[in-house]
C-alpha cells in the first residue's frame, strides 16, 4: 500500500532540443534570386531585391562555386543536394539562358523583322519540273534595347573573388570614422608609409638595459 503522503513520481520531462539558427537560403529567396538575375540584375542588386546581404549572397555563390568545381567536377546540378552548389548552379545557368535570348533577339533584329511570308509554284514549261518560291519581307527591327540587356549582363566579368573584395571595401569604408573619410588619398598613403616607418624604427631600437 502506498503513503499517502507520497506523490507518484511523474515522468521525467524532455528538455526541447535545441535548434540550430535556419538557414537564409530558402526555397523562396532561391527563386527571388533566380529571376533577379535571370533578367539582368548584377547580383548585388539581385540581393537587394531578394532582401538578403549582398556580401551573404556573393559567399553562397562562392561556396557554390567551390562544391561544382572540387565535388561535382564542373557539373551544374540545379537539383544539388548542396544548397550552394544548387543556387550556383540556377543563377548560373538563368544568366546564361538571358544571354542566349538576347543574342537570338539582336541576331534576328540584324535580318529584319519579318513582315509577310509568300509562297508560289509553277510548272517550267521547258523542263516539266515543279518549282517553289519562298518571298520574305522584312522590316529593320530595334535592336538597340537586347544589345544593351546584353551588355548590362556582364560587362566587366569579374571573378567571385574579386566582387567579395569590392563588397568588403565598401563595408569598411562605411565603418570609417569621419576623420579617416576627411583624409585624401594621398594623406591616406602617406600616413599608412609613416606607420611602417615607425614600426620598422622600432623593430631596429636597440633594447633597453636590462630587457633582454
Avoid: C
Avoid at 544548387?86 to 541576331?107: D, K, N, P, W
Amino acid at each position: 500500500m502506498t503513503n499517502p503522503s507520497e506523490s507518484p513520481k511523474s515522468p521525467a520531462r524532455r528538455r526541447p532540443r535545441r535548434r540550430g539558427r535556419p538557414s537564409l537560403l530558402t526555397p523562396t529567396v532561391m527563386d527571388l534570386l533566380t529571376r533577379a538575375t535571370s533578367v539582368g540584375l548584377p547580383m548585388t542588386q539581385a540581393a537587394d531585391a531578394a532582401g538578403v546581404g549582398r556580401s551573404t549572397f556573393l559567399r553562397w555563390m562562392s561556396l557554390g562555386e567551390d562544391v561544382v568545381e572540387e565535388k561535382q567536377g564542373g557539373h551544374l546540378d540545379v537539383n544539388s543536394p548542396d544548397p550552394h552548389a544548387a543556387l550556383y548552379a540556377r543563377v548560373s545557368r538563368a544568366r546564361a539562358v538571358s544571354a542566349v535570348r538576347a543574342t537570338g533577339h539582336i541576331e534576328e533584329a540584324a535580318r529584319g523583322a519579318v513582315v509577310s511570308e509568300t509562297h508560289r509554284t509553277w510548272t517550267d514549261p521547258v523542263t516539266g519540273e515543279h518549282r517553289s518560291e519562298r518571298r520574305i519581307r522584312r522590316r529593320p527591327g530595334d535592336w538597340r534595347a537586347s544589345a544593351w540587356f546584353l551588355d548590362r549582363l556582364d560587362p566587366n566579368p569579374k571573378t567571385l573573388d574579386e566582387l567579395l573584395d569590392e563588397e568588403d571595401a565598401r563595408l569598411a569604408a562605411r565603418s570609417e570614422t569621419p576623420l579617416q573619410r576627411a583624409l585624401t588619398p594621398q594623406l591616406q598613403e602617406l600616413a599608412a608609409r609613416l606607420r611602417r616607418t615607425l614600426a620598422e624604427y622600432e623593430d631596429d631600437a636597440p633594447a633597453a638595459p636590462g630587457t633582454e
